[in-house]
């Protein structure tokens, strides 16, 4: 086995044999492709899962694009048990006990560190401000297919996205004591269609009370990590398994539409993803609420550069369909006379006595691995190396202090340009008290003003006391702010300088409200950190 090599550890009971055969597999085969890894519980899912990732990322991956372009693959893992990124309760390591991904894992928890190293690796919670979001996109994904035939839906879908805003700032305030009557007006109902807004106010209040956070700021953070090309570990083992499902689902689509929009434009900038998905055979099932967006990601996902690593318990329940087209299979022991059908009916290379084998393997990390990616598919045997035994602790004792991390200064970025958002709307506002007029203020200009005063971490707390900031309404208060005293660009516009759809006659209300849309949300609402980092280089013998 591997008498030669050392790199697996011997046991009494093993019988060494030579010669030695190391079996390797292609890392980059992950990228771009759908892959498997099938076992019961205890039998290496995870630990194979950890050594998969922690090589791949031992250099940034790139996929090449249009002119011989390389960029960035990102990773994303939703993980249901909080076990990949920091020890567990057993002192076994996480991802980052890695070295080699200090500067590249990324982690997204509501969860306090173990120590203050592990909390370097956070940058923000598991929270999503839906209102960003669109509403016939949040509503499909949230409730379930029962659901979705009622009339109250169909009008929650088709809400427009200040309308959807309105109403999700509602529910978040009130929940279901929002009067009946604002629910009604928001969603132009009549009197008699009372039953209709107690079922939205009701459906609604469940979805915003699981995923919604004014204060979020994780999909930006998420697609900016992914776009650099980092690992990143969404954390939702402190949440429900539909909760979880939602929140995986709406970050999916998210992605999934974006990469499908730049697909045909001139100069694409799709943003090249794996997607690693624990038990995947609940969101891989048509009937499941939540599951469209995991289902459209494998199957059409490809041609937008986007791959998925799918780990599961039970192959069976997985649709035929969709395990046809794996490009990577793992499999370690399994049980059930009907998961090791479904495997050889979706891949015949699968026969019956390596179906034997694996029914009566005992050994965890020992299986079968097949691969059509480099032209050899056939079925080999393995035996994947611990990643316990690879890697340490880096904080034995968890008293180590914080170390400079990827995640740490993209927080820290993402944190000063609120600051100073929060600061410049409420110089503005303090200017416009005085003189009945706005304009834009900074610290140096008016000596009052501090950074100290809008000190994030004041809105940190979990605590109901304490009201954390509404980054959308910040940016925006800001951008309007801005424009009002943009008094050349107001006149610009009236005299038909700016091509902005507006007649001469139009009010400064008006103006305002055409370039809150075109200005403050796609362009002042949310910017990206300034930090420029370089695209990685291209591995050695990869072709540029």
Known sequence: MASVSGKLAAED?????????????????????????????????????????????????????????????????????????????????????????????????????????????????????????????VIGIALSPERQNQQNVHKLRGLSQNRWEELVNLIAKTGNQTPISDISRIMDLTDNQEMEALAARSN????????????????????????????????????????????????????????QEQFTTREPKTIPTIAVVEEAQAVLNERATAAEPYIAWVKEGRKYALGALLITQQPGSIPNDILSQGDNWFIFHLLSATDLVNVRKANAHFSEDLLSALLNEPIPGQGVFWSSVEGKPYPVAIRALSFEQMYRRLDENY?????????????????????????????SESRASGNGRATAATSEEDPFLDLEEFDLDEFSSDGDSIEKPDV???????????????????????????????????????????WKGEISLRTILYPRPSTKYSVPRARPGTPT
């Open 472 to 514: 959308k309404e910040t940016y925006e208060r800001n951008a309007i702010q801005a424009l009002r005293a943009a008094d050349d660009l107001l006149e610009r516009i009236r005299n038909g300088g700016v091509a902005s759809g507006l007649s001469k006659r139009s009010s400064r209300r008006d103006c305002r409200t055409r």
């Open 13 to 137: 009971w093993m019988q060494i044999k030579e010669p030695e055969v190391l079996v390797e597999f292609p890392i980059e085969s992950l990228v771009s492709r759908r892959s498997f890894i099938f076992a019961r519980a205890g039998f290496g899912k995870s630990n194979l899962n950890k050594l998969l990732f922690s090589k791949l990322y031992a250099e940034t991956p790139t996929v090449e694009k249009r002119g011989g372009k390389r960029v960035p693959v990102g990773t994303v893992i939703f993980d249901p048990d909080g076990e990949y990124f920091w020890p567990d309760d057993k002192g076994r390591p996480g991802l980052c006990d890695v070295p080699h991904l200090q500067d590249k894992i990324v982690v997204f928890t509501d969860r306090e560190g173990p120590s203050d190293f592990y909390q370097s690796f956070v940058a923000d919670g598991i929270r999503l401000d839906i209102r960003r979001l669109k509403p016939s996109d």
């Open 399 to 427: 008293d180590r202090a914080a170390v400079p991390t990827f995640a740490a200064e993209m927080k820290r970025e993402f944190d000063q340009q609120l600051q100073e958002a929060m600061l410049e709307t409420a110089g």
């Open 204 to 259: 609604m209040t469940r979805i915003v009370r699981s995923v919604h956070g004014k204060s979020s700021q994780l999909m930006d953070k998420l697609l900016h990590a992914l776009t650099q090309g980092k690992l990143c570990v969404v954390d939702v083992s402190q949440m429900r398994e539909g909760q979880s499902l939602i929140l995986s689902g709406l970050i999916l689509r998210k992605i999934f539409d974006r990469n």
